[in-house]
């Protein structure tokens, strides 16, 4: 078996990838209708919209294959983002590098696959759109237009579901994506009994850097936060801007120690960001951490709602000590 190699800006694609802010996302409508469509329009058993992370293939949308995702290293669509074009394999068995490939040796058993690569809106190749069967079959001009439209399609529900999911300011999750990723981050905790902790951060002092020094600075100074915080954070964790100057992060499998290491971390950070920038003002924050209990999970608006109610008691701590 020949495993996938790696693409030259593999660092690059993996970010674009997790700019998306849609890997471990639920199923949505908007993308089942193309692999529906694929389907049928194809006559295969099996057709998947997947996601190329970094060690595995994630199927955002998945008709006829239970599985949500599988290793990179025996993927097909590891293969297919390699190239700009569609990756064509009519017979699995009669091509020495995938004939004694897991994936055609057992389930799904696939001797016919067509790939067609996903581009992000930043033109990364983050993904395929393919088609599976599991007896070999032809593939003409004409089948690789109308996957082509097809792929069309997913890569504008990309760039729509990035808009919907991201802060135009900040450029990191706004509060609809935080929720739908969080959900998804929580649920795997509760089933792999991981610890998860939320800091519920505010940005301290905000209203007189409007008013002193105008929105526009206050625009800059809400964006270096998020800058910051994006350098402070693990690439696992999920950080978001929720409005205004809340922002708030989620670790999972750490607790509520791992997450104070973390934030001390950011201050450090940002104090280092102050005094390179000299704006005329500082940029420091408050953080009210909350531990979540996979034995006895919360939802995601409880953990905020914590999180918000511990984040004022440390400020109103603070404000009794000066």
Same mark, same amino acid.
């Given at each position: 078996?020949?495993?996938?190699?790696?693409?030259?800006?593999?660092?690059?694609?993996?970010?674009?990838?997790?700019?998306?802010?849609?890997?471990?996302?639920?199923?949505?409508?908007?993308?089942?209708?193309?692999?529906?469509?694929?389907?049928?329009?194809?006559?295969?058993?099996?057709?998947?919209?997947?996601?190329?992370?970094?060690?595995?293939?994630?199927?955002?949308?998945?008709?006829?294959?239970?599985?949500?995702?599988?290793?990179?290293?025996?993927?097909?669509?590891?293969?297919?983002?390699?190239?700009?074009?569609?990756?064509?394999?009519?017979?699995?068995?009669?091509?020495?590098?995938?004939?004694?490939?897991?994936?055609?040796? !057992?389930?799904?058993?696939?001797?016919?696959?067509?790939?067609?690569?996903?581009?992000?809106?930043?033109?990364?190749?983050?993904?395929?759109?393919?088609?599976?069967?599991?007896?070999?079959?032809?593939?003409?001009?004409?089948?690789?237009?109308?996957?082509?439209?097809? $792929?069309?399609?997913?890569?504008?529900?990309?760039?729509?579901?990035?808009?919907?999911?991201?802060?135009?300011?900040?450029?990191?999750?706004?509060?609809?994506?935080?929720?739908?990723?969080?959900?998804?981050?929580?649920?795997?905790?509760?089933?792999?009994?991981?610890?998860?902790?939320?800091?519920?951060?505010?940005?301290?002092?905000?209203?007189?850097?409007?008013?002193?020094?105008?929105?526009?600075?206050?625009?800059?100074?809400?964006?270096?936060?998020?800058?910051?915080?994006?350098?402070?954070?693990?690439?696992?964790?999920?950080?978001?801007?929720?409005?205004?100057?809340?922002?708030?992060?989620?670790?999972?499998? $750490?607790?509520?120690?791992?997450?104070?290491?973390?934030?001390?971390?950011?201050?450090?950070?940002?104090?280092?960001?102050?005094?390179?920038?000299?704006?005329?003002?500082?940029?420091?924050?408050?953080?009210?951490?909350?531990?979540?209990?996979?034995?006895?999970?919360?939802?995601?608006?409880?953990?905020?709602?914590? !999180?918000?109610?511990?984040?004022?008691?440390?400020?109103?701590?603070?404000?009794?000590?000066?």
């Amino acid at each position: 078996m020949e495993q996938p190699g790696m693409p030259f800006d593999e660092a690059v694609r993996l970010a674009s990838l997790k700019s998306l802010n849609v890997l471990d996302t639920p199923a949505e409508e908007r993308f089942d209708r193309v692999t529906r469509m694929a389907k049928r329009m194809f006559r295969v058993p099996i057709a998947l919209v997947s996601l190329v992370d970094e060690n595995r293939q994630w199927f955002k949308s998945s008709q006829g294959l239970d599985a949500c995702e599988t290793p990179r290293n025996i993927s097909f669509c590891g293969h297919a983002i390699l190239g700009d074009g569609i990756f064509l394999i009519p017979d699995a068995l009669a091509d020495r590098r995938f004939a004694d490939n897991p994936l055609v040796a !057992g389930a799904p058993h696939i001797r016919f696959y067509v790939g067609c690569p996903l581009r992000a809106p930043d033109g990364a190749k983050v993904g395929t759109l393919c088609i599976i069967d599991t007896v070999p079959r032809e593939f003409d001009e004409e089948d690789a237009l109308a996957l082509l439209d097809l $792929a069309s399609m997913v890569q504008d529900e990309f760039t729509a579901f990035q808009t919907s999911t991201t802060d135009d300011l900040t450029r990191i999750s706004n509060r609809r994506g935080f929720l739908q990723l969080a959900e998804y981050g929580l649920n795997f905790c509760v089933r792999n009994r991981q610890p998860a902790a939320l800091a519920f951060i505010d940005l301290d002092r905000f209203k007189p850097i409007n008013d002193q020094f105008g929105h526009a600075e206050g625009d800059i100074a809400l964006a270096a936060f998020a800058e910051v915080m994006q350098a402070s954070f693990r690439s696992t964790d999920l950080f978001a801007r929720l409005g205004g100057d809340e922002f708030v992060v989620l670790l999972t499998g $750490a607790g509520k120690n791992d997450a104070e290491q973390v934030l001390h971390k950011f201050g450090s950070l940002l104090a280092d960001y102050n005094a390179r920038a000299a704006r005329g003002y500082d940029l420091q924050f408050s953080a009210g951490v909350v531990e979540f209990n996979p034995a006895a999970p919360q939802s995601v608006e409880a953990l905020l709602a914590a !999180g918000d109610a511990q984040m004022y008691a440390v400020k109103a701590a603070r404000k009794r000590r000066h």
